[in-house]
């Protein structure tokens, strides 16, 4: 897991110009026993929500992140062979009316930082092995969602040209139907997939307690 | 369609002439594979001739079939050629837009161009391993992978990148040829997003087809769905009603629509223009509520039927939804065009000439921001459009910056089309014609968002398909992206360019 990419600026804004940003902070500090940069993100998760719609939603799905994670979710895409609607979709999550930022995921190009990977396509057999090396290049622990139909199962059947879902080659763990699956419900998978995640960090050894 | 009587070379002023008396949109001639060649010639020198499409059916012997747009004369000129052996006269020698296509012909049934020129990789993967079915028979060697001497002439080298790139990308490999900064050339590689759509096809009815051919591109699902049901109703011999062709009309302006907002959104965030992409966005996603609230999907599936259409348009809802959603679009663009920064970053940038477009046959945005005023909707008018004379938006400069002002002027008359159609429809679901007995094979096209898509679909005796052809836009318009890159660009210009021509990797390897 990495740093959060952008609005830096911002968070040096904040903290400069508020007391109580700083004590939040430090008691943060405190209670996860974590040092420096991890703060930070924190810091930044847990500043005031500015949007009152989803307000509570997000607080919650924050929290969780925080809690789990210390900063932020960071989210890989792959595609198998989609028809490129899903793909749309994926990237009008990071578009105003979603703005999935605001709830600590963030998007990355590198499998290296990746905690979860949305797969879209029916899983081509001719890109099985690139989907394979880019699970694999991400690091534990990582969690799979299926992205559509067609990873689902439902638009491809298995034959020469494809495997036909997404699960016979990853270990997929959260399953996002919809042809495409519109944001709100690839946010909705995204939650999911966050519990599934934070159960498996929960299994890990260097978390003190399991919720850190 | 017209039949004609087989044609020799000489053929051009007699079909025109015929077309021009009211034979209709398509004509099919046949010609001798001995005179292939020369007929070919003959229509390349033909004033606003195009060949749209190369395309082969069966083994022993081959059809070959050359799709000629003769876009002023309003004729689709279809020629078939029994090839009997492994050869036939190699097409792309005269015509180069088509040597992409002898290469999928030659993977797909195994017959080549004569003269032994190496045929590329198109969509069958190189892991040997994994054996495609093919259309006819298997070729006798396996195709060629192109790739760039290591060092070329010491002074660049191959960097592969790919297939997995950034985030909510389709996945695409290119070989890049650098020297360190300039693109010295540039390939792609798409075998492994090829689904095989039209072998899925072959033993379908084509209502059973429809649902693979709408998935093959899901931002050209309207463009590619119209121009194949148009096919399988010519080869039907079924006509849908007026109103289901109204309804097809305004989901494919639709279409345009969403995607050249998408199109812009992308151009910004290529050049890392934060504030432009949110306002395109913004627009984008109105314009995709507005689809589900008008036509009940984001992405206008399943709104086409073979003879009709599934769905009627909410009109009451179009009517109150389209303004706003294409103000936020008009807002952006203005911005944008007045935005030194974004404005110096795409000219000159991913310049495509006139004469570059021309030889390669490209279509849509592409083709009339470098000038060609190419647009089945005024060229082969069909369906809705045969009353509405859409205005077709050209640009001259070829470059980024034209293909985005292209796509805001067609932006503007998509609006005032949909207006012009939703004024003539009732909104009222039709049912879908029912005829049987047509000829059995017909060709099929629409002006999808990114240009022209054909299809051509055969029938067998119990109406079920023995081949289909699809052709969306992107087959044609991803072999201009490579020219356009390798023209005094640099790396990061891709990402531009690629935004610019908006389009998809599914649309070519279907
Ligand atoms: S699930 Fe549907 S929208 Fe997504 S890639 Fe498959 S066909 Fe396209």
Redesign the interface.
């Known amino acids: 897991m990495s740093e959060p990419m952008g609005r830096g600026g911002a968070w040096t804004e904040e903290r400069g110009t508020s007391d109580e940003g700083r004590h939040h902070l430090e008691a943060a500090q405190a209670a996860s026993g974590k040092h420096g940069t991890s703060d930070e993100g924190r810091h930044r998760l847990e500043a005031p929500q500015r949007r009152a719609g989803d307000a509570a939603a997000a607080a919650e799905l924050r929290r969780r992140i925080a809690s789990q994670f210390g900063r932020s979710l960071h989210?890989?895409?792959?595609?198998?062979?989609?028809?490129?609607?899903?793909?749309?979709?994926?990237?009008?999550?990071?578009?105003?009316?979603y703005d999935l930022h605001r709830l600590g995921f963030f998007?990355?190009?590198a499998?290296r930082h990746a905690d979860l990977l949305l797969v879209t396509g029916?899983m081509?057999?001719?890109?099985a092995?690139?989907a394979g090396k880019?699970y694999d290049a991400m690091p534990a622990p990582k969690i799979v969602v299926a992205t559509g139909a067609?990873a689902l199962g439902g638009?491809?059947q298995p034959d020469?040209?494809?495997y036909g879902s997404a699960g016979e080659v990853l270990p997929v763990d959260v399953w996002i139907p919809g042809?495409?699956p519109?944001p709100l419900a690839l946010l909705h998978g995204l939650l999911v997939a966050v519990d599934r995640l934070a159960e498996r960090v929960a299994g890990l050894s260097f978390t003190v307690g399991g919720t850190s | 369609m017209t039949t004609l009587k087989p044609a020799t070379a000489g053929l051009l002023p007699a079909v025109v002439t015929r077309a021009g008396n009211a034979a209709g949109p398509v004509a099919v001639t046949e010609v001798a594979a001995a005179e292939l060649d020369v007929v070919t010639a003959e229509l390349a020198q033909h004033p606003g001739a195009r060949l749209a499409d190369l395309f082969a059916t069966g083994a022993d012997p081959v059809i070959l079939r050359v799709v000629w747009a003769l876009d002023r004369d309003q004729l689709y000129l279809v020629t078939e050629t029994e090839v009997e052996g492994p050869r036939y006269p190699a097409l792309s020698d005269i015509a180069p837009a088509a040597f992409a296509e002898e290469c999928e012909i030659y993977e797909q049934f195994g017959i080549r161009p004569a003269g032994g020129k190496p045929l590329n990789r198109v969509a069958m993967p190189p892991q040997p391993d994994i054996k495609l079915p093919t259309l006819g028979h298997a070729p006798a060697e396996p195709p060629r992978d192109v790739h760039a001497p290591h060092l070329v002439g010491g002074q660049a080298f191959e960097f592969p990148f790919g297939p997995v790139r950034q985030v909510g990308v389709e996945s695409l490999y290119y070989g890049l040829v650098t020297s360190g900064e300039e693109l010295v050339d540039l390939y792609l590689f798409t075998w492994h997003k090829h689904r095989g759509v039209e072998w899925r096809a072959q033993g379908q009815t084509p209502r059973q087809a429809l649902f693979h051919i709408e998935r093959v591109e899901g931002l050209g699902a309207i463009g590619n769905s119209c121009a194949f049901a148009a096919a399988a109703e010519a080869a039907l011999g079924l006509e849908p009603a007026p109103e289901a062709l109204l309804t097809r009309a305004i989901a494919l302006e639709l279409e345009r629509l969403y995607n050249h907002a998408a199109a812009i959104a992308a151009l910004c965030q290529a050049c890392g223009l934060a504030v432009g992409r949110a306002a395109a966005e913004i627009a984008l996603e109105q314009l995709l509520r507005l689809n589900a609230a008008v036509l009940g999907h984001r992405y206008l599936f399943g709104v086409v039927e073979i003879g009709g259409a599934r769905t009627a348009p909410d009109l009451g809802r179009l009517r109150a939804g389209l303004p706003a959603a294409y103000g936020e679009l008009r807002r952006a663009g203005d911005a944008l065009l007045s935005t030194n920064s974004l404005l110096d970053r795409l000219e000159a940038t991913g310049t495509v000439t006139l004469e570059e477009a021309r030889r390669l046959g490209l279509v849509g945005p592409v083709a009339r921001a470098s000038g060609i005023a190419a647009d089945a909707r005024a060229d082969h008018p069909s369906g809705a459009y045969a009353a509405l004379a859409p205005v077709v938006a050209t640009q001259t400069a070829g470059d980024a910056l034209a293909r985005m002002r292209v796509m805001l002027a067609e932006a503007a008359e998509s609006v005032r089309l949909i207006e012009t159609l939703a004024a003539d429809a009732t909104g009222m679901p039709v049912g879908t014609a029912a005829k049987n007995g047509g000829p059995r094979s017909g060709l099929g096209w629409s002006e999808s968002s990114r240009g022209e898509s054909l299809a051509w679909v055969e029938l067998d005796a119990a109406g079920r398909i023995s081949r289909a052809r699809l052709r969306p836009a992107a087959v044609r318009n991803w072999r201009g992206f490579d020219d356009a890159c390798r023209s005094q660009n640099v790396f990061t210009d891709i990402p531009i360019i690629e935004a610019s021509f908006w389009l998809t990797v599914a649309g070519t390897a279907r």
């Open positions: 989210v890989r895409t792959l595609d198998t062979g989609s028809c490129a609607a899903c793909e749309q979709e994926i990237r009008l999550l990071a578009a105003p009316h998007f990355t190009p499998p029916p081509l057999r001719a890109f092995a690139a880019t067609c638009v491809y020469a040209f494809c042809c495409p519109s």
